[in-house]
């Protein structure tokens, strides 16, 4: 059997990833979040006790899944490689503004297509921020705002995140008594533990193979008009779309839909903010995680950023609910901004 081609894996990818989350939700997942990057991570940071919300308290298998995929991925086609050492405590601080955002919006990227693609239009204004987010990053890339290259480090550095994956793993299944599960809330709403795991680590695989990234597909557009995984960010929609339309789960409109707010001021303004920061560090944070399993430490070190962001969205009181953004998730995404600018302007005067 001949192998498929890298637009065909971005296609697959897309479609494994928006129809697989949306069939997550008929088995438990939360509506319209089947899969969501921030979430899960919010919902990681009480299990571990980096927060105190025992309803957003549960290791998400899905989340595990993505990690050790990729990782398993990677050594199988011997794309393992240990890279690090580029701006790290930069990293750290978008990897942590980047949940903000996330968590002011209510959802990562993978959820603002899920939720568009159930027919929640809350969710335009997220998109319209997150593509001038992109475009903005990208304007600064050609003008040579870039963060340094990485380095090749030693292999044991590499190996931190997949250890951490299966540490994650083993506490799934033993589930000790430091490790906090809710039982109502947010937390309780999950497909069965098989599946979700299953379901994760195809789409971390798959992911690591193809490089699917939303914000990443959508600069590459903006930069280069390449489409390789711009295509598999449409399919991503189509087949959050189509398996919506299929299950009875779409629904057109703007009231009453779960899981969001109409401030679309601050639903725009969150996503820039993504938009922006996924393109300082080279990718959403899903793609974080699937970088962190194929060896790339400063990704890793920007997916504890994301963790300790997730903790603080909620320790903080920074996360939006459906009534709204509250005043410490707006000024948190204005510093966040800030920080933003401020990185990319002084990376451009280090370059000239």
């Known amino acids: ?25 008929l088995f438990g997942n939360p509506v319209n979040s089947g899969i969501c990057i921030s979430c899960f991570l919010e919902n990681l940071a009480g299990a571990l006790q980096l927060q105190d919300s025992l309803r957003m308290s549960y290791i998400r ?96 550095n590499g190996y931190v995140l997949p250890g951490i994956g299966f540490l994650l793993l083993l506490f799934l299944f033993i589930q000790p008594s430091f490790i906090r599960q809710g ?56 087949s959050a779309l189509l398996v919506s339309l299929v299950t ?18 601050w639903s725009f303004l969150a996503m820039v903010l993504v938009g922006l920061a996924a393109v300082i560090v080279d990718g959403c944070p899903f793609r974080q995680v699937i970088k962190a399993g194929q060896g790339d430490v400063d990704a890793g070190i920007t997916c504890f950023g994301m963790v ?3 903790a603080t969205v909620v320790t903080w009181q920074m996360r939006s609910s459906s009534a709204g953004p509250v005043f410490n998730g707006q000024i948190a995404t204005l510093l966040g901004l800030i920080f933003c600018l401020t ?7 280090a370059c000239r």
């Open 61 to 156: 298998p899905e989340l595990v899944g993505f990690l050790l995929g990729a990782f398993v991925m990677a050594k199988q086609s011997r794309r393992f490689h240990v890279t690090g050492g580029s701006s790290p405590l930069i990293r750290f601080l978008l990897g942590f503004f980047m949940i903000v955002g996330c968590g002011v919006f209510i959802g990562c990227p993978i959820k603002m297509m899920l939720r568009l693609g159930a027919g929640d239009l809350t969710a335009v204004a997220a998109l319209l921020g997150m593509l001038f987010g992109i475009w903005l990053g990208g304007k600064y890339i050609r003008a040579g705002s870039v963060l340094e290259r990485a380095q090749k480090l030693p292999t044991i």
């Open 248 to 265: 009875g789960q779409f629904h057109l409109g703007i009231e009453t839909q779960p899981g969001a707010h109409h401030s679309h001021l």
């Open 308 to 310: 300790i962001g997730a």
């Open 1 to 25: 059997m001949s192998r498929f081609k890298l637009p065909d894996i971005s296609i697959i990818t897309g479609i494994v990833l928006g129809g697989g989350a949306v069939i997550l939700t």
């Open 183 to 238: 039982f109502s809330g947010p937390a309780a709403q999950h497909a069965p533990l098989w599946m979700s795991l299953t379901v994760g680590l195809l789409i971390g695989g798959l992911a690591q193979r193809s490089g699917l990234c939303i914000t990443g597909g959508i600069r590459n557009f903006f930069m280069f008009r390449e489409k390789t995984l711009f295509s598999g960010v449409l399919a991503l929609f189509a």
């Open 343 to 349: 990185v990319v302007l002084s990376y451009r005067k």
